[in-house]
């Protein structure tokens, strides 16, 4: 894997108009070499690879990163880097611009003299936009620890327990499923706060005649995934019916449009379009979704501002909301890989309206 992914950075040197590659994004540290540690830093050049980590690192580096010479760096790294950089005559070093703060890049031109330091953004998450099969296996494992997950809360969430308490009950029904950590905070958002479409669990309690918008995630072998059900508590009115009929109505439409070769605007347009059709246009104001892998949102995206182009191996979110203030929200999303053909929705759970 790590031999591999080498390879294809290597080839994007000659483009980028450099003679090596510095990576200091921690998933693109990640991706390239395989290594799990929390530091470390990668040089890329056309004959070397190499990996600088400190001494809590050494070891496991060397067993992860097996297509790379791991370097144990000085207590500045740059120092160590520099000596890299001398030895293998660099001369022009690509860095990622969007990944080094303006205290590193000032010590990096410093402790880098005589070599012209090169901004590039987005070279190796270009790559992880396509995922392998190794990593849809993970990003499968992960949704369905979720999936499990959701199963087994609709028998917890009752009137009188607070969104943390759901929140609480899920990340431990994930960890216990097998997922280190969740992949980013869970949002239980209930009654008036679904229209929060970020809205943190909170102390607030569950209660009948309202809407619960759960979104969470497990991570796996660093692999997120991304599950938005939103279920009401007693007996939904008419208005509550229509709302989610809407949403799912969206997000149904846009899981039969999008395929290859299809721009994240014109994917974002169909379910944009739908809700804006029944006058809920200004209550969806977020993109319509977004790709993630290693992170849960990497750049390709579903919104009106995205000129990004559908291709078979991105794994991406579909997920249309309705947030109304002071009344609640619908979302519901889903994950989708691109297919040479079509789409595959990798998430299964049922999203007919669950009324509990
Ligand atoms: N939970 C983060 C997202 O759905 O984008
Ligand atoms: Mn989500
Ligand atoms: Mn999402």
Do not use: W
């Amino acid at each position: 894997m790590g031999a591999r992914r080498l390879e294809r950075v290597r080839k994007q040197l000659e483009a980028l108009g450099v003679d090596g590659l510095f990576i200091t994004n921690p998933y693109n540290r990640r991706y390239l070499t395989g290594f799990t540690g929390s530091s470390g830093y990668v040089l890329v050049t056309s004959d070397k690879a190499l990996l600088f980590t400190d001494f809590r690192y050494t070891s496991q580096a060397a067993e992860q990163a097996k297509a790379y010479e791991v370097v144990l760096h000085a207590i500045n790294p740059a120092e160590s880097i520099a000596e890299a950089l001398k030895a293998y005559g660099v001369r022009k070093l690509g860095f990622e611009k969007n990944h080094v703060t303006y205290a590193a890049h000032t010590g990096y031109v410093e402790q880098f003299a005589g070599v012209e330091l090169v901004p590039t953004q987005n070279v190796v998450e270009a790559l992880r936009g396509i995922k392998d099969e190794e990593e849809l296996g993970y990003i499968r494992k992960a949704i369905e620890i979720t999936e499990v997950a959701f199963e087994k809360i609709l028998e917890i969430m009752k009137p009188g327990i607070s969104e943390l308490d759901v929140s609480a009950e899920l990340e431990y029904l994930m960890r216990k499923n097998g997922a280190p950590s969740s992949a980013y905070a869970t949002i239980v958002a209930s009654g008036p706060r679904g229209a929060l479409p970020h809205g943190l669990a909170s102390g607030k309690l569950l209660e009948a005649g309202e809407f619960v918008t759960l979104d969470f995630g497990a991570s796996y072998e660093g692999y997120c995934s991304d599950l938005t059900r939103t279920v009401f508590l007693g007996t939904p009115t008419e208005k509550h019916k229509k709302l989610y009929s809407i949403v799912l109505e969206a997000n149904r439409a846009t899981l039969a449009g999008l395929k290859p070769g299809i721009s994240g605007k014109d994917g974002d347009s169909i379910a944009r379009d739908l809700i804006a059709s029944h006058g809920y246009g200004p209550n969806f104001g977020h993109g319509l979704g977004h790709a993630f892998g290693l992170e849960i949102h990497e750049p390709v995206r579903l919104s009106q501002q995205s000129a990004d182009i559908l291709a078979p191996g991105m794994v991406i979110t579909v997920e249309p909301g309705i947030y109304v203030p002071g009344f609640g929200g619908v979302r519901i999303e889903d994950d989708i890989v691109v297919t040479e053909t079509g789409i595959e929705v990798l998430t299964k759970s049922n999203k007919e309206l669950i009324v509990l």
